[in-house]
């Protein structure tokens, strides 16, 4: 487990190291501590946009004794793993632009509208909590669930990011985007029994169905 | 350490969080003063809390869970120096540096926006690296803009110092270049001379800039 201060620390000495700036996104735990969700988290998640800043970033870490590991172990074969580097008690989860079954994409960039600065030349994009429960709908990874949970639960979430961001990443070929979200919707409901309302789950197999209806239609003009 | 803040602590800090004294943290939360006392001791412990004294010796604290990362940003450098004080709800924070006049300056002309350009304007006179600022202005072209507001500065602020020759050498533009706007579609009545020197519209005019009329010892 790393704490905020902890976390702020290494930052800025990987900011100071870094030899040119560069912007990356926070999601996940990372992202939920600087939201004030979270104390600590194990890894530190981050999305970059070009694989240049994403190799100079892991270069740098290296630097000061990282490791690289294998994804596989925490991800199993899903797509889009990350790259991950660790040292001690401290792990980065390196994404480039895709989070397994999710884009990072324009809106989430523009969503995530607090900058955090650390050092000379290592600026964090902070990703919104709506895109951050998108994301840990991508991962599922065990400790993912409480995460989404813990936020659904303190703060106000607007279900229509969520919706209008799903169709987003289907159109940006991201197929099961629809079926996550309404798979996680009827979790929360039914398991953790969270006061969400039953027609956004709805509106997420909605989606589905015609989403399955249109690449029958698509198949059926090819025959 | 908890991974994640309890949810009561979360609601709580929720119900309280901004800026808030001892009396209105008992209203809020249906709490006595000790009660309350002891609230603040465990969230400072936390680094949730900074307090500054406000008028009649009373304590005013901002709570926020953000405070427990320290960090600085612009418009904190901005409100220290200026009399034109910036509120913002957008969270640009920066750690394990020291934040120049210079940066702030650019930073401020870099938003386009009126506010942050206005009060901007008294960090001119605590510029001290030219060489930096020179070099941040060319980064962003911005070299103009900050000659015809530093000219603006030494109009409404008494005791600036004269521009560095190097800047001015490097950075007039010639006569007939093309003029540039700060803010698109704003231009000022009152600053002509200066805007013809640098061929830049000067986005205000004197009444914008009232607030500077103050004794620049305090």
Redesign the interface.
């Known amino acids: 487990?790393i704490?905020?201060?902890e976390q702020?620390?290494l930052?800025?000495?990987l900011?100071?190291k870094l030899p040119k700036q560069i912007t990356t996104y926070a999601i996940g735990g990372t992202a939920m501590m600087?939201l004030?969700?979270?104390?600590?988290?194990k890894d530190i998640d981050l999305v970059f946009t070009s694989s240049e800043e994403r190799n100079l970033f892991k270069k740098t870490a290296e630097s000061f004794g990282y490791n690289e590991m294998d994804s596989v172990i925490v991800y199993g074969v899903k797509n889009n793993r990350p790259m991950m580097i660790n040292l001690g008690n401290s792990r980065f989860d390196l994404f480039l632009m895709d989070v397994i079954d999710f884009t990072f994409s324009p809106s989430m960039q523009e969503r995530a509208?607090?900058?955090?600065?650390?050092?000379?030349n290592l600026i964090i994009r902070?990703a919104d909590k709506h895109d951050i429960i998108l994301m840990k709908c991508a991962t599922n990874r065990a400790?993912d669930e409480?995460d989404i949970i813990?936020i659904v639960?303190?703060s106000d979430i607007n279900w229509n990011i969520l919706i209008e961001e799903a169709k987003k990443q289907v159109k940006l070929g991201r197929e099961t985007a629809f079926l996550e979200m309404g798979e996680l919707i009827e979790k929360l409901i039914s398991k953790y029994k969270l006061n969400i309302s039953k027609k956004i789950g709805d509106k997420f197999y909605t989606l589905l169905k015609e989403q399955a209806e249109k690449k029958k239609k698509n198949y059926d003009k090819k025959v | 350490m908890p991974t994640h803040l309890s949810m009561k602590t979360q609601e709580m800090l929720n119900k309280i969080s901004g800026i808030q004294t001892i009396e209105s943290i008992k209203s809020a939360l249906k709490i006595n003063k000790r009660k309350a006392i002891y609230l603040i001791h465990s969230l400072r412990k936390k680094g949730y809390i900074t307090t500054k004294q406000g008028p009649n010796h009373i304590r005013i604290y901002n709570i926020s869970i953000e405070n427990a990362l320290g960090g600085v940003s612009y418009i904190d450098i901005i409100n220290k120096y200026s009399p034109v004080k910036l509120s913002s709800s957008e969270v640009y924070k920066i750690y394990g540096r020291e934040v120049s006049i210079e940066e702030t300056i650019i930073f401020a002309l870099k938003t386009r926006k009126l506010r942050y350009i206005i009060a901007s304007l008294a960090l001119f006179r605590r510029i001290k690296d030219w060489n930096e600022i020179y070099r941040l202005a060319k980064k962003n072209n911005l070299i103009r803009e900050v000659g015809a507001l530093y000219d603006l500065v030494q109009v409404i602020i008494p005791r600036v110092k004269k521009m560095p020759k190097f800047y001015l050498h490097y950075s007039l533009p010639k006569k007939a270049s093309e003029f540039l706007y700060i803010i698109p579609h704003l231009k000022s009545r009152d600053y002509s001379l200066i805007e013809n020197k640098w061929r830049i519209h000067i986005p205000f005019n004197k009444n914008d800039l009232e607030e500077y009329n103050y004794d620049i010892n305090k």
């Open positions: 487990m704490s905020i201060n702020k620390n930052l800025v000495t900011g100071n600087f004030g969700f979270k104390e600590s988290t509208e607090q900058v955090h600065h650390f050092g000379k902070i400790r409480e813990n639960k303190i």
